[in-house]
């Protein structure tokens, strides 16, 4: 299976998303593979703040030939995840020609649910190459509680995808595990956060994608 995260505005928590689900499932006895596609390498800076050993491994791929490259490297893992870079539909389209899987995050303001419009278009036009392309929106950086996060919530049922059931809320223990170079479930894995990494990839799981059936 072949993961993309996407959006084409930065700051959304693309880098966050993609480790940590790719913790996520070597947690759960899959070899995962994660491609760095951003210039920036901010996983592959992630990767390198480890003192011990990586629950997956980390390459970095940021140019747009991933749709000849990623192909060939996911005969060899059970899952291959690929971050992709804010503002470089290139790269990005590149990805989503040949992904199973497309997850845009997006957080809770009016300034992302706006921008938002540039990944639905830039998906549709990928969906015309790869139309067994399959896309899910994740609310990130949720803050609890809040009458942003509940309109947020009503805002992106009108996106042309479905949104999944689990939000992934802001907490400190995220960018703690950055530091630590750590996942988040190596970090904390009783905490909250590692639950609803493992409640996202079971809703994946669910998703019927062949290789998890």
């Avoid at 971050?83 to 790269?91: A, H, L």
């Avoid at 706006?114 to 036009?125: E, H, N, P, Q």
């Amino acid at each position: 299976m072949i993961l993309v995260v996407a959006n084409q505005k930065g700051g959304c928590g693309k880098t966050t998303t993609a480790v940590n689900l790719a913790g996520a499932f070597s947690h759960r006895g899959m070899d995962v593979l994660l491609v760095d596609s951003d210039p920036q390498g901010s996983a592959m800076k992630w990767r390198g703040l480890a003192t011990d050993s990586f629950p997956v491994g980390v390459i970095a791929l940021p140019m747009p030939i991933l749709d000849q490259e990623i192909p060939k490297l996911a005969k060899k893992y059970d899952l291959v995840v690929v971050d992709t870079p804010p503002g470089m539909e290139n790269i990005t389209r590149s990805a989503l020609v040949v992904a199973d899987l497309a997850i845009i995050p997006l957080q809770p303001s009016p300034l992302d649910l706006w921008s938002g419009t540039d990944i639905v278009a830039l998906v549709r036009r990928a969906q015309q190459i790869n139309p067994r392309l399959v896309i899910r929106l994740l609310l990130n950086r949720k803050v609890q509680g809040t009458r942003l996060s509940r309109e947020s919530e009503d805002a992106l049922k009108e996106f042309p995808f479905p949104l999944f059931e689990t939000s992934i809320h802001q907490r400190i223990a995220l960018a703690e595990a950055v530091t630590a170079g750590r996942t988040i479930l190596d970090f904390f894995p009783d905490g909250p956060s590692a639950s609803e990494y493992r409640a996202l990839v079971e809703e994946i799981i669910a998703v019927g994608m062949g290789e998890f059936s």
